[in-house]
Nanobody, 114 residues
Framework: VQLQASGGGLVQPGGSLRLSCAAS????????MGWYRQAPGKQREMVAT???????NYADPVKGRFTISRDNAKNTVYLQMNSLKPEDTALYSC?????????WGQGTLVTVSS
């Protein structure tokens, strides 16, 4: 199983980015897809997750600004990030929890700076 994340980059405060993560391979049944981030000098934290039921969960700092969604046909999860702040700067990694295992992508860097 491979997870390919994309969409990161440099954006000014208040701007927007959309991250994508496509899963390929013998996945099996998907339980959860999600985005996590790790800022320099900090531990990795959950940003947003979406279950197979499409129930979503967000970290408090991103509620109301970020939206997670998924395309089941494409085995792809998205993270729409609006009103970005400098404290959102981090390496964003996607996760796929499936019946056959727990998989992580390589990450995409998001930098919020003027």
């Amino acid at each position: 199983v491979q997870l390919q994340a994309s969409g990161g980059g440099l954006v000014q405060p208040g701007g927007s980015l959309r991250l994508s993560c496509a899963a390929s391979g013998s996945i099996g049944g998907i339980v959860l897809m999600g985005w996590y981030r790790q800022a320099p000098g900090k531990q990795r934290e959950m940003v947003a997750t979406i279950l197979s039921s499409r129930s979503t969960n967000y970290a408090d700092p991103v509620k109301g600004r970020f939206t997670i969604s998924r395309d089941n046909a494409k085995n792809t999860v998205y993270l729409q990030m609006n009103s970005l702040k400098p404290e959102d700067t981090a390496l964003y990694s996607c996760r796929l929890l499936a019946s056959r295992g727990d998989y992580w992508g390589q990450g995409t860097l998001v930098t919020v700076s003027s």
